[in-house]
C-alpha cells in the first residue's frame, strides 16, 4: 500500500503594523522633521539637509560607531584637535552652505568673470597696460595662484574630513572649493593673457613661485600648513592668520587697489571674486572659533591653546608679508605705500582676534 503522503507545514508571515507607525501623536502627519532645535523658529532648507546628515554617537548612534579605521578609533574622533567643546554641533554656518548653493554661487561667479574675460577680448583692452603693470600680472598676481591652489588642494580639503560634525565639514569644504576656483579663475585669466596680442609671459610665474626671493617667505607658510596635524590649527593658522596678513594684504591692499591706475579693470573684478569668497569664509571661521573661546566649559582651554597657535604662526606669516614688500614699487602707478597696506591688514587682524575675545599676540609687532 502505498504510505499516506504528509502536508509540510510552513510558518506563515503575519503581517501586522509597527507599535510606533500605529500611534497618532501631535506632528504624526506632518513633513516637518523635529528631531534638532533649528536656530529659529522655523528649520531652514540648510539645517534640514546639514544638520546630523554625519551620524554621532553623542547623539543617535547608540550602538557606537558603525564603521571605524584599522589603526584607529571610529567615525570622527574629537581627539583630532586638541581644542575642546561642550557641543561640538552648536556650530551651524552663518553662511548657510550645501550643495545646491555651493554650485549655484560658484557658477555665477565663473559666468561673471568669463563675461568680463570675453568683454575685454573684444575692447582690446590689455592693450592699455603699462609694461610695468603686464609684468606684474604675469609675475606676481600668477605667482599668487600657486598660494590658492596650495590651500585648496592641500589644506582646506585635507581639513573638511577630519572635523567633528557635519556642519563644520560642510563649511570648510566649501571653503576649499572657492580656493579651488579661484586658483583656477587665475589659471585661465593667465591663459587668455598669454593668447592675447600684448606680450605676455605664461609661464614665469611658476619660476617666480619657486625662485624668486620675495615669494619665499610666502611660499614657505603655505607649505608648513599643508603639513599641520591638527585640523583645527590648519584652519585656525590659515584663515584666521596667513589670511588675515598675507592673503588680505596682497589682493585686497595692492592688487585691488593699483590695478585700475594702471588701466587695468578686468583684475579687480577677478580678484574682487576671490576676496568675496574669503569674507564668506571668514564669516563662518569666525563663528566657530567663537563658540569655541566664549565655551562654559572649555573656554579658557581654547583661549590658551589658540594663543600658543597665535605665537607659532604669526612670526611666520609677518615675515612672508614683509618679503613681499618690494613689489609695491614695481608698478608704475603706485596707491599705497607698504606700510599703509600693512597697517590696514594689520589692523583687520586685531578686530579679527577681537572677535574672538584673543589677545593681540607680541610677534605681530616683531
Not at 62 to 76: A, L, M, R, S
Amino acid at each position: 500500500m502505498a504510505s499516506p503522503t504528509t502536508e509540510r507545514s510552513f510558518p506563515k508571515p503575519e503581517f501586522t503594523g509597527a507599535e510606533a507607525g500605529l500611534l497618532e501623536f501631535p506632528s504624526s502627519k506632518s513633513r516637518t522633521y523635529n528631531y534638532f532645535k533649528p536656530a529659529k523658529l522655523r528649520s531652514t532648507m540648510y539645517e534640514d539637509v546639514t544638520v546630523d546628515v554625519q551620524p554621532d554617537p553623542d547623539r543617535h548612534l547608540t550602538q557606537g560607531w558603525i564603521y571605524g579605521f584599522g589603526d584607529g578609533p571610529g567615525g570622527y574622533p574629537k581627539e583630532w584637535t586638541a581644542l575642546r567643546s561642550t557641543d561640538w554641533h552648536t556650530f551651524l554656518d552663518p553662511n548657510e552652505e550645501w550643495e545646491q548653493t555651493i554650485l549655484r554661487n560658484n557658477a555665477n561667479v565663473v559666468r561673471q568673470i568669463q563675461l568680463n574675460l570675453n568683454n575685454a577680448k573684444k575692447a582690446g583692452a590689455y592693450k592699455n597696460w603699462s609694461t610695468s603693470w603686464t609684468r606684474f600680472v604675469e609675475k606676481h598676481l600668477g605667482a599668487w595662484m600657486h598660494a590658492e591652489h596650495g590651500l585648496g588642494m592641500h589644506v582646506f580639503l585635507s581639513e573638511q574630513r577630519s572635523a567633528p560634525t557635519n556642519m563644520i565639514n560642510n563649511a570648510i569644504a566649501v571653503n576649499s572649493t572657492h580656493k579651488l576656483r579661484f586658483a583656477q579663475d587665475l589659471a585661465l585669466y593667465n591663459l587668455d593673457l598669454s593668447e592675447s596680442d600684448i606680450d605676455f609671459d605664461g609661464k614665469i610665474h611658476r619660476q617666480t613661485w619657486h625662485g624668486d626671493p620675495v615669494w619665499q617667505g610666502v611660499r614657505e607658510n603655505v607649505e608648513r600648513l599643508t603639513a599641520i596635524g591638527d585640523w583645527a590649527e590648519s584652519l585656525f593658522a590659515a584663515n584666521v592668520i596667513f589670511e588675515s596678513l598675507v592673503g588680505v594684504l596682497f589682493r585686497s591692499h595692492l592688487v585691488m587697489q593699483v590695478a585700475a591706475r594702471n588701466g587695468d579693470y578686468v583684475t579687480p573684478a577677478l580678484v574682487g571674486a576671490g576676496e568675496n569668497d574669503y569674507d564668506r569664509d571668514q564669516r563662518y571661521t569666525r563663528v566657530l572659533f567663537r563658540m569655541l573661546t566664549a565655551d562654559e566649559n572649555h573656554g579658557e582651554h581654547n583661549k590658551a591653546l589658540l594663543s600658543e597657535w597665535l605665537s607659532r604662526w604669526v612670526p611666520l606669516s609677518v615675515r612672508a608679508a614683509h618679503e613681499l614688500q618690494p613689489i609695491w614699487s614695481q608698478p608704475h602707478e603706485k596707491v599705497m605705500t607698504f606700510a599703509d597696506s600693512w597697517a590696514a591688514a594689520a589692523d583687520g587682524f586685531r578686530t579679527f582676534l577681537a572677535d574672538l575675545d584673543l589677545p593681540e599676540p607680541k610677534e605681530l609687532s616683531l
